[in-house]
Structures are given as C-alpha cells and as structure tokens.
C-alpha cells in the first residue's frame, strides 16, 4: 500500500493512510517527516501502539522528553499519561504549544489514543505560520524583533497542581528546575524557513521590553488571532488513532466538554532545536 495524505484544512491537518506505524522503513519515515513539514498534523488511524511501540516509533524522530509533572507509563517514562481517573481536564483546555518552557521545546508530540468518550473530547490544533501570514505588515515588523518569557507556572497553578503535600514538593521541584526562558515571538521553523507565532497563553507570560500594558495587549491580540478558526482543524477521535503534530509551528487546545466520561490517551514528546527568530 502507498501512503496516501488527504488535507482536512486548507491551514493545517492531514489524514494519512496506508501506513502501520510499527513497520516504517526509513523511505517512510523520510515521507512521514516530510508530511509532517507540508501538513504540520498528521492524523492515523486505526494503529495500535504499545507504549514501547509508541516510544520506539517517537525516537525515531529524535530524543525524547520525560515530563517532570505529568504521571508516566511505569517501565516506560517517555511516555506520558493523560488519564482524567488521574488528571484534570482542564489541564490542556487552554491553547498552547507543549513544553515550551525549556531552552530546546520538543519538534514534536505524538498522542495516542487509549480510551475515548462517545462524543466530545475532540482536540483543536491551530496553524501558527498560517496566523503569522494573516497578520498585517506592520504588526509583523514590530513582533519579528521581540521576544518572550516562558514559564512553566502558567499552565501548572498551585490551586490545580499542588493540593497534596507530595504534589506540592514535586511541582515546586519542577519549578526550581525550570526558570522562565526566552524564546522569540516569531519563530523561523528550522526546517522549513517559514515564520510561524510562537507565543501560547499556556506558557507565555511577557513580552520582554514592554510595559505590562503593551505586553498584555499585544500577547491577548496575538492569543485571539492566532486560535482564529480559520487557522485551524479539530478532531474527533477514535480509540487507536494516533497524531503526529510539528509543535515548533501549531499549538493545540484539548476540549474540555465531556465530564464524567473516561478519556485515556499517551503522548510521547520529540525534544526540538533552540527556537531561532527572523
Ligand atoms: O488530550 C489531548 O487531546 C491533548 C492534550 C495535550 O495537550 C497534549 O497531549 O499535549
Ligand atoms: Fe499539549
């Protein structure tokens, strides 16, 4: 079987078939990556990953992350477990662009899906170069020069994320860990040379050189236009489906809409380049 891609956006998003994931050869790796370049999310279905599978298949693609809050596969802790018997599901209801609050942000994540509700618990992704070009000249020039602050706090609040005693001692750890960075606002895709915005209400708290007034109103204006629909797709997903997203260019938003149903999904985490501006 060809692999076969089919864009389900005109911004962003591909349903790729004819490819079982545990059997890549290294021409199709090299056509994954490829599409992965062109389509920035990459939907399969019908895969069927164990949690080693899941992390061989990542590496392939470069080292992997180990997340210091999320709860891990045991025997396999490059894989990262969201599990809302475990996790709050509000906890990736707000867009954002994983792990960016480390000096090298992953290139990408692949998020597996376990267990799913009937309805609901659909994922959005947004193109971040896409939103990048729909900006008018003038406001490109002023963000291709600045630069952000990213911290790991924002998206792991004390009231969420420290409410044991054992919860507490483990986030203030990642804190202390993880300072604030700085990355651009704009970033050029290693790869691909195109811009893309790369600032997430998730992670970014300030625009470095601006009054907090200027940086609020700038960041609030980049967070509403770059979720804008028209530069994203959603999912719905089914139990096996697997996604592939290049988190150096989109960021993503987990519904938050289907409480009391159980959703299982596994994600394993690419670790990226430093992120270099225009
Ligand atoms: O649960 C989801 O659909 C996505 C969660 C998320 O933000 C992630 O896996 O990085
Ligand atoms: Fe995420």
């Not at 994320?161 to 054992?166: G, L, M, N, P, Y």
């Not at 919860?167 to 040379?193: E, W």
């Amino acid at each position: 079987m060809t692999i076969n891609a089919t864009p389900l956006t005109p911004a962003l998003g591909a349903r790729i078939d004819g490819i079982d994931l545990t059997q890549m050869t290294a021409d199709d790796q090299r056509t994954v990556y490829k599409l992965l370049l062109k389509y920035q999310v990459l939907f399969f279905r019908g895969q069927h990953l164990s949690p080693a599978d899941q992390a061989s298949l990542a590496e392939r693609f470069g080292r992997l992350h180990i997340h210091p809050i999320y709860p891990k596969v045991e025997q396999q802790p490059e894989i990262l477990i969201l599990d809302t018997a475990l996790n709050d599901l509000r906890d990736n209801a707000l867009w954002h662009t994983d792990v960016t609050f480390i000096e090298t942000p992953p290139l990408g994540s692949i998020l597996n899906a376990i267990q799913v509700p009937e309805y609901g618990g659909d994922t959005l992704w947004a193109s971040s170069s896409a939103a990048y070009d729909a900006l008018s000249p003038p406001i490109q020039q002023l963000i291709d020069g600045l630069d952000a602050e990213h911290d790991i706090q924002l998206s792991f609040p004390d009231e969420r994320f420290s409410t044991t005693a054992e919860a507490q001692q483990q986030v203030a750890k990642a804190r202390q860990d993880h300072p604030p960075v700085i990355h651009p606002v704009v970033r050029v895709h290693p790869d691909t040379s195109k811009k893309g915005l790369f600032v997430t209400p998730g992670f970014t708290r300030r625009i470095i050189g601006l009054s907090a007034l200027e940086s609020r109103a700038l960041l609030e204006l980049l967070f509403a236009h770059s979720t804008r629909p028209e530069f994203s797709v959603r999912w719905h997903w089914q139990a096996n489906d697997v996604v592939f997203w290049d988190n150096r260019i989109t960021q993503h938003y987990a519904c938050n809409d289907y409480h009391l149903q159980r959703r299982v999904m596994h994600r394993a985490t690419i670790l990226g380049d430093k992120p270099k501006g225009p």
